[in-house]
Each structure stands twice: as structure tokens, then as C-alpha cells.
């Protein structure tokens, strides 16, 4: 079972996500699992209305040869979403590494041209 995350008290000093920071920066970590925590990751919700936006975005496009997604597609995409580690992980996740992680699942099923892939996650 996933672990629900709980902020330490603490931090711990790690290398620093911007260097105009400084080259290390207190972090806050996990008092349970120990998963140091990153910044910005969102929830599974975000990436379900990024589907929308991405379906809404082909059939706009449908004169540019563009297919909206079919039932099965949208299914097989939101069921891999449902059981991914990274974008069900907002506490450990950036927000770019599930963008990321979304386009990939999304491109496993479809070929969608990147333009789409932007508007629908940025
Ligand atoms: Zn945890």
C-alpha cells in the first residue's frame, strides 16, 4: 500500500533544485518512508482533465488528419495513469517529471504531435 506521506520536522541538506540558490538547501522528507519531498508535483486529478483537454485539442483538429481518441485509448490511457507511481506521487514527484511520465504513457497508445501534447500539459 502506498504510504500517505508524512513532513518531517526536520530537513536534511541535499543538493539544491535551483543553483542560484546555493549548491545545497534544506529539504523536508517523508517521517515515514523517507522519500525526500519535491516541489510542485500535482494530483492524478490534474493529468484526468489533461486528457480532456487533449481530446478536446484532436477533435478541434480533426480537419488537420488529427483522430479524436477512441473509448479503448482513453480507457487503456487512464487505466496506466491510475497505477502510475509518478503521477499518483505528488509528494515525491516534480510536476515536470509527471508531464513527462504522461506523455510517455500517452505516446505508448497513440501518436499525438507534440504541439497537442503542450496544450493539453504544458
Ligand atoms: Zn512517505
Not at 494530483?43 to 479524436?68: C, M, S, T, V
Not at 491510475?82 to 501518436?111: C, H, W
Request: aromatic share 6%; hydrophobic share 40%; net charge positive.
Amino acid at each position: 500500500m502506498a504510504c500517505a506521506h508524512i513532513t518531517s520536522d526536520e530537513s536534511v541538506y541535499l543538493h539544491a533544485l535551483q543553483p542560484t540558490r546555493g549548491p545545497v538547501e534544506a529539504r523536508r522528507y517523508c517521517a515515514s518512508c523517507g522519500l525526500i519531498k519535491e516541489g510542485g508535483g500535482r494530483k492524478l486529478g490534474h493529468f484526468i482533465n489533461g486528457l480532456a483537454i487533449l481530446d478536446r485539442e484532436l477533435w478541434k483538429r480533426k480537419r488537420q488528419d488529427l483522430k479524436p481518441l477512441t473509448d479503448v485509448e482513453r480507457r487503456l490511457v487512464a487505466k496506466a495513469m491510475e497505477s502510475d507511481p509518478v503521477l499518483n506521487d505528488a509528494y515525491g514527484s516534480t510536476l515536470r517529471m509527471q508531464i513527462d511520465r504522461m506523455q510517455f504513457i500517452i505516446l505508448k497508445y497513440r501518436q499525438v504531435p507534440e504541439c497537442v501534447l503542450e496544450v493539453a500539459f504544458g
